[in-house]
């Protein structure tokens, strides 16, 4: 069965510090999409990245970085010198497509940010 | 990225009634939609897989005659709670997939209120 695993419910940080959301995912598929989307208190979730099992390759856009590791079924999310706007809920999510499947979500992780 | 309009975005009924929620692709045809269940500080549940032109698919525990769901179009989808009880009041969230991309990509939600 799949099911993605978001251990850490809260986390709160100040203004302009790092902060890594973690994403440990089970799945039996060789084939597998893995998604991060934020959901703002404004309640719609916005499509941060999408990464095929192929491909390891680490990504960074901006402030946002992204660390996949087969190994350890993980990937995990990092926004460097966080920022009040990144305050939200992030949910990380595994699907056997690329997207007109269904997406299995794990629990979100609520990010603090403080000035 | 494309947009999705979900409307109303906040509805309070009585018990008994029922309740339609629209979901339309405003940029892009859309032959699969699917609709969302989230309560409070939780995460996203698939209730359903609507396409275009047939009957959705429900998943396991969601009744079908309670949650209505018409994709009679490309670019809209309707889910309608009937006869909706203080138990069914939660955010009902849809997704539409990109044809280019393959993406899902997500309505504001609608936050049911049943009296």
């Known amino acids: 069965a799949q099911k993605v695993t978001q251990a850490q419910t809260e986390i709160s940080v100040v203004e302009k510090e790092d902060v890594t959301l973690d994403c440990v995912y089970e799945?039996?598929?060789?084939?597998?999409?893995l998604f991060w989307y934020k959901q703002p208190p404004s309640g719609e979730l916005v499509f941060l990245i999408r990464r095929n099992s192929f491909d390891e390759q680490n990504e960074i856009s901006g402030r946002y970085s992204w660390n996949f590791q087969k190994s350890t079924s993980s990937f995990n999310f990092t926004i460097t010198a966080s920022q009040v706007v990144d305050s939200a809920v992030y949910f990380c999510?595994?699907?056997?497509?690329?997207?007109?499947?269904?997406?299995?979500f794990g629990t979100g992780t609520r990010l603090q940010v403080f000035p | 990225g494309a947009v999705v309009s979900q409307h109303p975005s906040r509805v309070i009924c009585k018990s008994g009634t029922s309740v339609k929620i629209e979901c339309r692709s405003l940029d892009f045809q859309a032959t699969t939609m699917f609709w969302y269940r989230q309560f409070p500080k939780q995460s996203l549940m698939l209730m359903a897989t609507s396409n275009e032109g047939s009957k959705a698919t429900y998943e396991q525990g969601v009744e079908k005659d309670k949650f209505l769901i018409n994709h009679a179009s490309l670019t809209l989808s309707t889910l309608t709670v009937t006869s909706a009880h203080p138990e069914d009041s939660s955010f009902y969230i849809c997704?539409?997939?990109?044809?280019?991309?393959?993406?899902?990509?997500f309505g504001a939600g609608t936050r049911l209120s049943v009296l």
């Open positions: 997704s539409a997939v990109t044809g280019r991309e393959n993406i899902q990509y």
């Open positions: 799945t039996r598929d060789t084939t597998y999409y």
């Open positions: 999510a595994l699907s056997e497509s690329l997207g007109a499947d269904k997406l299995i």
